[in-house]
């Protein structure tokens, strides 16, 4: 970088500091996808894991599912729910969407006053809709978090993730906790045919339309993917006939065979649930911001940037740069970046010196890139699992945010299949997956209707 400090060794050495402990060579990578590849083995033979390889009890569509669903949508701020149509040939209509914000007060209170909320809005949309409540209808439930399943239609949540914490939800039925709800305020005639992880949502989604898509993944504020596995090879699951696949929802936020920085260990340290979700921490747009904060507040103190005592509260107080704010700076290409300037004046900060304003910039470049590339390195696991030659093309559908609209995110993902790869790099392609957890959730349930039928 060509700035006016630089010429203070202080600064260039701990710009080179922060420069190595973000960077993931193509050797860790290789390193990390061989450790994804035991940790994935325990977790299917059911030992101790931090890749849990949970069974979804359902495979990949055909492209001939039918029918209407009320699909339910839980898994970060916003609750939704979808009506759906398919029309049995891959053809899908969204016939209304309803969206509430769950409040902090949802998301960290009783898993009753959560679940309560969740029945209302959906009695909301119901009487929005003329839906009559006594009128027997299936739903299709997309409930993002990690689950231990019994059946297509059933799981207990193993733990929470993303920020929640509501009481009295873990190691509970979340099914079980919905319907409660929902008889508490008279509705009886709803029932959940499908209880859906949103990777899993995606797949199928996508798989609707593109059967080579054989992975979904997530790259929003959580991170996770699944692959269907075959049975056979799911040795933790006995008396199920070893024929045919299932998709395996990963959680595979949770790996931790990663190098930690300091700054990985104090975000791990301040969030509800330490030492678990490592991955996710590292990955996903709920973390990145605050990674890119407790960087710059260590500068602050360095003193190697912002040099007003305004910008140390604004570094100082959690959450107050988002992702977001992340992608909107790199996106401005200016030189004199007028997007950190918007930020850190609406912020009433003053003496933004241009370089401090690009540091900012390429500390969140090293922050961004090693979420593209460990995201890179995760899904090249899991095709190389499936297909340890690469020999076939693997579509994989992805929805979320990080991808959908990180500048070049995807690009840093390609640049790694590459590295590894080479020519056959053209057999992974990654693809936006629109809607997994409405449209893919009502395809389960509608295989769910039929394999029942
Ligand atoms: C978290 C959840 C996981 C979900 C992911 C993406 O990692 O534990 O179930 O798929 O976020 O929403």
């Given at each position: 970088?060509?700035?006016?400090?630089?010429?203070?060794?202080?600064?260039?050495?701990?710009?080179?500091?922060?420069?190595?402990?973000?960077?993931?060579?193509?050797?860790?990578?290789?390193?990390?996808?061989?450790?994804?590849?035991?940790?994935?083995?325990?977790?299917?033979?059911?030992?101790?894991?931090?890749?849990?390889?949970?069974?979804?009890?359902?495979?990949?569509?055909?492209?001939?599912?039918?029918?209407?669903?009320?699909?339910?949508?839980?898994?970060?701020?916003?609750?939704?729910?979808?009506?759906?149509?398919?029309?049995?040939?891959?053809?899908?209509?969204?016939?209304?969407?309803?969206?509430?914000?769950?409040?902090?007060?949802?998301?960290?209170?009783?898993?009753?006053?959560?679940?309560?909320?969740?029945?209302?809005?959906?009695?909301?949309?119901?009487?929005?809709?003329?839906?009559?409540?006594?009128?027997?209808?299936?739903?299709?439930?997309?409930?993002?978090?990690?689950?231990?399943?019994?059946?297509?239609?059933?799981?207990?949540?193993?733990?929470?993730?993303?920020?929640?914490?509501?009481?009295?939800?873990?190691?509970?039925?979340?099914?079980?906790?919905?319907?409660?709800?929902?008889?508490?305020?008279?509705?009886?005639?709803?029932?959940?045919?499908?209880?859906?992880?949103?990777?899993?949502?995606?797949?199928?989604?996508?798989?609707?339309?593109?059967?080579?898509?054989?992975?979904?993944?997530?790259?929003?504020?959580?991170?996770?993917?699944?692959?269907?596995?075959?049975?056979?090879?799911?040795?933790?699951?006995?008396?199920?006939?070893?024929?045919?696949?299932?998709?395996?929802?990963?959680?595979?936020?949770?790996?931790?065979?990663?190098?930690?920085?300091?700054?990985?260990?104090?975000?791990?340290?301040?969030?509800?649930?330490?030492?678990?979700?490592?991955?996710?921490?590292?990955?996903?747009?709920?973390?990145?911001?605050?990674?890119?904060?407790?960087?710059?507040?260590?500068?602050?103190?360095?003193?190697?940037?912002?040099?007003?005592?305004?910008?140390?509260?604004?570094?100082?107080?959690?959450?107050?740069?988002?992702?977001?704010?992340?992608?909107?700076?790199?996106?401005?290409?200016?030189?004199?970046?007028?997007?950190?300037?918007?930020?850190?004046?609406?912020?009433?900060?003053?003496?933004?010196?241009?370089?401090?304003?690009?540091?900012?910039?390429?500390?969140?470049?090293?922050?961004?890139?090693?979420?593209?590339?460990?995201?890179?390195?995760?899904?090249?696991?899991?095709?190389?699992?499936?297909?340890?030659?690469?020999?076939?093309?693997?579509?994989?559908?992805?929805?979320?945010?990080?991808?959908?609209?990180?500048?070049?995110?995807?690009?840093?993902?390609?640049?790694?299949?590459?590295?590894?790869?080479?020519t056959h790099a053209k057999n992974i392609v990654c693809e936006h997956a629109r809607d997994g957890s409405?449209?893919?959730?009502?395809?389960?349930?509608?295989?769910?209707?039929?394999?029942?039928?």
């Amino acid at each position: 970088m060509s700035t006016k400090t630089k010429t203070t060794t202080a600064y260039d050495e701990f710009v080179s500091y922060l420069e190595k402990i973000f960077a993931v060579s193509t050797d860790e990578v290789k390193v990390i996808i061989k450790d994804f590849h035991s940790e994935m083995q325990k977790g299917l033979s059911g030992f101790e894991s931090s890749l849990k390889m949970l069974p979804s009890f359902t495979d990949r569509a055909k492209g001939i599912e039918k029918g209407k669903f009320i699909a339910l949508d839980l898994g970060g701020t916003n609750f939704r729910v979808i009506a759906v149509d398919l029309d049995g040939k891959g053809g899908t209509t969204i016939v209304g969407v309803n969206k509430y914000v769950i409040d902090k007060q949802y998301m960290e209170g009783s898993g009753e006053q959560l679940f309560d909320f969740i029945a209302n809005c959906i009695k909301g949309f119901m009487e929005g809709k003329n839906i009559p409540l006594d009128k027997k209808l299936e739903l299709a439930f997309t409930f993002s978090f990690p689950v231990e399943q019994t059946n297509v239609a059933a799981g207990k949540l193993l733990t929470w993730t993303k920020g929640f914490t509501a009481s009295g939800v873990v190691g509970e039925d979340i099914v079980v906790l919905l319907n409660e709800a929902l008889r508490k305020i008279g509705i009886k005639n709803l029932k959940v045919a499908a209880l859906v992880n949103d990777t899993v949502g995606t797949l199928v989604a996508k798989s609707y339309t593109e059967p080579s898509c054989d992975v979904g993944v997530i790259l929003g504020t959580g991170t996770n993917a699944c692959y269907p596995e075959k049975i056979i090879n799911i040795r933790k699951w006995r008396g199920m006939p070893p024929k045919g696949n299932m998709i395996i929802n990963m959680e595979w936020g949770n790996f931790d065979k990663l190098f930690v920085s300091p700054y990985d260990k104090d975000i791990d340290a301040a969030s509800p649930n330490p030492g678990k979700h490592r991955l996710e921490k590292m990955v996903s747009g709920m973390f990145l911001g605050e990674i890119l904060r407790v960087v710059v507040r260590d500068l602050i103190k360095r003193d190697l940037i912002f040099k007003d005592e305004s910008a140390t509260n604004l570094f100082s107080k959690n959450g107050s740069l988002k992702t977001e704010n992340m992608s909107n700076i790199e996106a401005d290409t200016s030189d004199n970046l007028g997007e950190v300037e918007a930020f850190i004046s609406k912020h009433n900060v003053k003496n933004i010196d241009q370089n401090s304003k690009d540091l900012l910039k390429h500390v969140s470049k090293l922050v961004s890139k090693r979420s593209a590339r460990l995201s890179a390195a995760a899904i090249a696991s899991v095709v190389l699992w499936m297909d340890p030659e690469l020999k076939n093309k693997h579509v994989i559908g992805i929805d979320g945010s990080l991808f959908e609209k990180y500048p070049g995110y995807k690009d840093m993902m390609e640049e790694v299949f590459i590295e590894l790869f080479k020519t056959h790099a053209k057999n992974i392609v990654c693809e936006h997956a629109r809607d997994g957890s409405g449209v893919g959730a009502a395809i389960i349930a509608a295989i769910a209707a039929s394999t029942e039928g």
